[in-house]
């Protein structure tokens, strides 16, 4: 089993529409969480941490469920400058220095 | 803003030979990483290096890879032999406290091609 698993996508969306992101990991000793966004042939960039009780940026809110292992990004009224690749990323303990990437969503919003 | 760079941009060298890539971390930075992400492929943790010396390092890492901080800006990473599948976008990363908070500054990558 991946230790962070993703839907690779892609979702094509319009402008305007909400959009959710999912992502699972396996490690039950994962103990920091964020999202990271990569535009195609960029580096990944943070776009948000995720904390326990649930954590919201403008347009951007993430969520966490410790006991079903599952993260989650909402996007809200999606513009065409949110296209990229979102990575669900996890720290896992022990791993105190590396962070472990999800192979990403990719998502396309159409004007 | 400050940044992490990166050079070359992109390295073709052929199958055997050593290729360094450079990296200079963001200056107020202590921890400094090197992932690489194999076209299509995630994103993946290679070594992390903090008060000159590795602290973490991947499987991927293996001997012939090597890191090194020759001066008090430049950080490296030395691929001895190069095989086809070190093939790969490799990603210098910096940042000023240890992992946990997240933010990792990454630079734009340096892109191997080996033949």
């Known amino acids: 089993r991946k230790e962070v698993e993703q839907d690779p996508g892609p979702f094509n969306v319009p402008e305007g529409a909400t959009v959710a992101f999912n992502c699972t990991y396996s490690?039950?000793?994962?103990?920091?969480f964020f999202w990271y966004r990569q535009d195609c042939r960029k580096e990944p960039k943070l776009l948000m941490s995720?904390?326990?009780s649930g954590n919201e940026d403008g347009r951007f809110t993430a969520q966490l469920n410790r006991a079903s292992q599952y993260i989650s990004l909402l996007i809200r009224d999606s513009k065409l400058s949110d296209s990229a690749t979102y990575l669900c990323v996890v720290r896992i303990s022990g791993s105190a220095r590396q962070l472990t990437f999800g192979s990403g969503t990719q998502l396309t919003v159409l004007p | 803003e400050p940044e992490v760079t990166q050079t070359p941009s992109h390295q073709v060298t052929q199958m055997g030979q050593e290729v360094i890539l450079r990296c200079v971390p963001i200056s107020n930075h202590l921890y400094f990483y090197w992932y690489r992400q194999i076209l299509g492929q995630k994103v993946e943790f290679l070594v992390s290096?903090?008060?000159?010396?590795?602290?973490?390092k991947s499987e991927i890492f293996d001997d012939q890879f090597s890191v090194e901080r020759p001066d008090g800006s430049n950080f490296t990473l030395k691929i001895r032999s190069t095989k086809l599948e070190d093939s790969a976008m490799y990603f210098c990363?910096?940042?000023?406290?240890?992992?946990?908070?997240?933010?990792?500054?990454f630079g734009e990558g340096s892109r191997l091609t080996v033949l």
């Open positions: 490690n039950s000793a994962s103990q920091s």
């Open positions: 990363a910096s940042s000023f406290s240890g992992v946990g908070t997240g933010e990792l500054f």
């Open positions: 290096f903090y008060n000159n010396e590795i602290s973490e």
């Open positions: 995720v904390y326990s």
